[in-house]
T-cell receptor, first 114, second 111 residues
Framework: GNSVTQMEGPVTLSEEAFLTINCTYTATGYPSLFWYVQYPGEGLQLLLKATKADDKGSNKGFEATYRKETTSFHLEKGSVQVSDSAVYFC?????????????FGTGTRLTIIP | SQTIHQWPATLVQPVGSPLSLECTVEGTSNPNLYWYRQAAGRGLQLLFYSVGIGQISSEVPQNLSASRPQDRQFILSSKKLLLSDSGFYLCAFGVRVPPLHFGNGTRLTVT
């Protein structure tokens, strides 16, 4: 079955540091890949997505590239801000089953220190 | 525009009491609907999904049940809550094209 393995947290960085959160996946078919973000006390918001190999999703300075050869979708940001403190979830969706239910990683809590 | 509403935002219930969480979607017809749970220190687990009225699929055996009495209404229920039911419950909808759209969640504490 489908699975997502995500970098263990928590991760603590100083403001303006470079961020990488690793994500690898196992899936049948041709999944779409996502990063969701959960700010304190809130639900999940879509951060970025990629629907096919070599696609790069980007939003709010974050980027992730769909790498089929390494089955990875690592999240990166060149210079983090305090407002980026949140929990980040990597997820995949396999439309072969006729619905878009997501399989999530365990989440990575990110804290940015001023 | 498409929106999703979930309530209540927080809930504290004693062990053995019933539960009803409600989720409604606006701005689309015949959405796929989902209930996820996020337990403390753990990731997101899919509990139920529905592709139409009265059609419910359960992903994991548990103390909870789900119903879809109307096209855009999804309800999560329990007859008797357990301590282990505590967590953050998220409703989501999809329109068969990624991504899923999530509600703001309900934080349930069973005491």
């Amino acid at each position: 079955g489908n699975s997502v393995t995500q970098m263990e947290g928590p991760v603590t960085l100083s403001e303006e540091a470079f961020l990488t959160i690793n994500c690898t996946y196992t899936a049948t078919g041709y999944p779409s890949l996502f990063w969701y973000v959960q700010y304190p006390g809130e639900g999940l918001q879509l951060l970025l997505k990629a629907t096919k190999a070599d696609d790069k999703g980007s939003n709010k300075g974050f980027e992730a590239t769909y790498r089929k050869e390494t089955t990875s979708f690592h999240l990166e940001k060149g210079s983090v801000q305090v407002s980026d403190s949140a929990v980040y979830f990597c997820a995949l969706s396999d439309l072969n089953f006729g619905n878009e239910k997501l399989t999530f990683g365990t989440g990575t809590r990110l804290t940015i220190i001023p | 525009s498409q929106t999703i509403h979930q309530w209540p935002a927080t809930l504290v219930q004693p062990v053995g009491s019933p539960l009803s969480l409600e989720c409604t979607v606006e701005g689309t017809s015949n959405p796929n609907l989902y209930w996820y749970r996020q337990a403390a220190g753990r990731g997101l687990q899919l509990l139920f999904y529905s592709v139409g009225i009265g059609q419910i699929s359960s992903e994991v055996p548990q103390n909870l049940s789900a119903s879809r009495p109307q096209d855009r209404q999804f309800i999560l229920s329990s007859k008797k809550l357990l301590l282990s039911d505590s967590g953050f419950y998220l409703c989501a909808f999809g329109v068969r094209v990624p991504p899923l759209h999530f509600g703001n969640g309900t934080r349930l504490t069973v005491t």
